[in-house]
């Protein structure tokens, strides 16, 4: 896994105040997509033990509300995507958001591993036609914010809703 940048206090990206993950690597290939570099999955910064020990340190901050994981793709990560979302769960309870361009009903095996540690997932491609600023925390209408945790427990999607 690469990734191509760590942001401490993020307020873009998800409720509250989080530290945000870029990963890079995406075959997507959104036509207008916002981080068209982080695509290439040789892009940034290799990632190690001791990067991802400084990232989930980052949320020990009382002021830190959660974790936001964007890209690239943080759903081509694999195994690696995995044991990171774990380990912020075993470290500390705080959320994670995570963004896919992957539809909820389309992951496949260790996708939907991952998104069980997962508290709100965005899905769906970026559709520059769809493209509407006036959103939050997506950026085409065609995109969902979903409730991970009660998605799962009821078996069918459940909108995320503003707190």
């Known amino acids: 896994m690469r990734y191509a940048q760590i942001r401490k206090q993020d307020i873009s990206n998800g409720e509250g105040i989080r530290v945000s993950l870029f990963v890079t690597g995406?075959?997507?290939?959104?036509?207008?997509?916002?981080n068209e570099k982080y695509q290439d999955f040789n892009y940034g910064i290799k990632w190690d033990?001791?990067?991802e020990e400084e990232f989930i340190k980052l949320g020990d901050n009382n002021f830190i509300d959660g974790f936001s994981i964007l890209g690239g793709e943080p759903l081509l990560q694999g195994k690696e995507m995995l044991d990171l979302v774990r380990k912020i769960k075993i470290k500390n309870d705080k959320t994670i958001w995570m963004w896919t361009g992957y539809k909820f009903e389309k992951l496949n095996s260790i996708q939907r591993q991952i998104i069980k540690y997962v508290d709100v997932l965005v899905d769906g491609p970026y559709i520059e036609t769809l493209k509407d600023s006036n959103l939050m925390f997506r950026g085409s209408s065609n995109q969902r914010i979903i409730d991970i945790k009660k998605t799962l427990k009821n078996k069918k999607v459940i909108d995320w809703r503003v707190l």
């Open 49 to 51: 033990y001791k990067i």
């Open 26 to 34: 995406c075959n997507l290939k959104c036509a207008g997509c916002f």
